[in-house]
């Protein structure tokens, strides 16, 4: 069982800046990618960014957050960040991170979430 505890969200002006962390432990060598996703009241759970737990130069983001957000990896202390600059108002979701294990194509673990909003 992997463990995901997510932190750093929180009310933030258009333009502004937030760094989202995920902290994971407890078998921490079965991970093989972690993500972060969002979802958005009265919508779907979108995918924002990828990030591969042991080469932190294969990643991948959504497109409507390239160029804007970036996820890296602190794997000294099993953590993952989503830094996200330019934030507009569409933005404003529970954001979620989540691990893959290997020959897992699904993400199998979650956090429990962390709010972002983002006022005009």
């Known amino acids: 069982q992997v463990q995901l505890v997510e932190s750093g969200g929180g009310l933030v002006q258009a333009g502004g800046s937030l760094r989202l962390s995920c902290a994971a432990s407890t078998r921490t060598f079965v991970i093989s990618d972690m993500a972060w996703f969002r979802q958005a009241p009265g919508k779907e759970r979108e995918f924002v960014a990828h990030?591969?737990?042991?080469?932190?130069?294969?990643?991948n983001y959504a497109g409507s957050v390239k160029g804007r957000f970036t996820i890296s990896r602190d794997n000294a202390k099993n953590t993952v960040y989503l830094q996200m600059n330019s934030l507009k108002p569409e933005d404003t979701a529970d954001y979620y991170c989540?691990?893959?294990?290997?020959?897992?194509?699904?993400?199998?673990?979650w956090g429990q979430g962390t709010q972002v909003t983002v006022s005009s």
């Open positions: 989540a691990a893959r294990t290997f020959g897992l194509s699904e993400y199998k673990y």
């Open positions: 990030i591969n737990w042991r080469n932190s130069f294969d990643t």
